[in-house]
């Protein structure tokens, strides 16, 4: 014989504003808007509602509130994908922080069926932080449409969505000038993917950090089109590195230095250097950027341009928070500033003795 299982009643607010002699308005108060009440009617009816097992329904308390309390990160991959990288569980750090200091969760949004635009109406948030989406994207366009309050991270921002960069510009100027003052002449060059098929099209992060080579190479005299300078666009990843370094090691002048847009690509190239037996730096000299935690433990340690990672989460948590509180408030554009770290993987190449002046 088999019993029936039975599932306990859920608590109503009817039940609690019972027992508590109250209004079913003044619970919904208590839950919803507590500032409508006196504390002590706020404390005794959550204590009766605490008492009874009451969990108040997320659904239902949203359409209430129009609030869903929940910040969304939107993903340019899948979240597995997306974690393979480093700087993200770095950057969702700084989110989170102030997720616990401001009572927020936080909802990663990867794109759904493959489409990014398809996953923005199906996440319950208040709001995005879009991170390096460059601004002719759909996915951009179509946050402002809808009128969802969005903070764009590395990225080209209009002047009334609120912004945070850091000097891609001058890191990316930075890292070239170092490899040039080394004596280095053939250089490889690892850009991020962009949706724009040819590097003049570029915009945004990618854009600025090509705009720093550029300038790097102009101080010697030189441009990204010398036939000495070789680019590839590879994924933002440690495989793209490795196809990179493939790629950049086959071609008939093997650059004797690479410099990385990214530091897990630069790591890539420093992995696949080893699998060939190139020695780092005697043969190759490689620069990326980031400062990733790994990259000052790579054997030899990495070259690279340290950006604020996790300050750059923390300050776009900030600004999406207080644009949530005040929709009248000014849109703020933040540059932070970026270092050249220099370490074990660059050095004078074999071919020159000494670094070469300007």
Not at 147 to 168: K, L, Q, S, T
Not at 252 to 268: H, N, R
């Amino acid at each position: 014989m088999s019993t029936k299982r039975t599932v306990p009643r859920k608590v109503t607010i009817s039940q609690i504003a019972k027992e508590a002699g109250v209004s079913k308005t003044a619970v919904s108060f208590a839950f919803n808007d507590p500032s409508q009440l006196s504390p002590a009617t706020v404390n005794h009816i959550r204590a009766i509602a605490e008492r009874l097992g009451y969990s108040p329904d997320p659904i239902a308390r949203s359409m209430t509130t129009r609030r869903t309390n929940a910040l969304g990160v939107l993903l340019p991959l899948d979240i597995a994908a997306t974690m393979a990288n480093p700087f993200f569980p770095l950057f969702l750090r700084g989110v989170g922080a102030v997720c616990g200091a401001t009572g927020m969760t936080l909802m990663l949004v990867p794109p759904l069926w493959g489409s990014m635009l398809k996953a923005i109406p199906h996440a319950t948030v208040d709001g995005f932080i879009v991170v390096g989406l460059e601004i002719d994207r759909g996915e951009v366009q179509q946050l402002r449409r809808r009128r969802v309050p969005f903070v764009m991270v590395d990225g080209n921002a209009p002047e009334d969505i609120p912004a945070i960069n850091v000097d891609d510009r001058q890191g990316a100027r930075a890292a070239m000038m170092h490899i040039l003052s080394l004596g280095h002449r053939r250089i490889g060059i690892v850009s991020l993917e962009s949706w724009h098929h040819r590097y003049e099209d570029f915009t945004s992060t990618i854009a600025a950090r090509l705009a720093g080579y550029r300038e790097g190479l102009a101080e010697y005299g030189r441009t990204i089109d010398d036939p000495d300078i070789q680019m590839v666009t590879v994924s933002t990843s440690r495989a793209g590195g490795v196809e990179a370094f493939t790629r950049l090691w086959r071609s008939e002048s093997p650059p004797t230095a690479i410099v990385a847009m990214s530091d897990i690509t630069a790591l890539g190239v420093l992995e696949a250097a080893k699998a060939h037996g190139v020695r780092v730096p005697d043969q190759l000299s490689i620069v990326g950027f980031d400062d990733l935690p790994e990259a000052a433990n790579a054997a030899p340690p990495l070259t690279t341009v340290h950006q604020p990672i996790e300050e750059k989460g923390r300050l776009a948590a900030e600004m999406l928070v207080a644009a949530l509180d005040d929709e009248e408030s000014e849109p703020v554009h933040h540059l932070l500033p970026t270092e050249l770290l220099v370490r074990g993987s660059t050095g004078v190449p074999v071919w020159s003795a000494q670094p070469v002046s300007t």
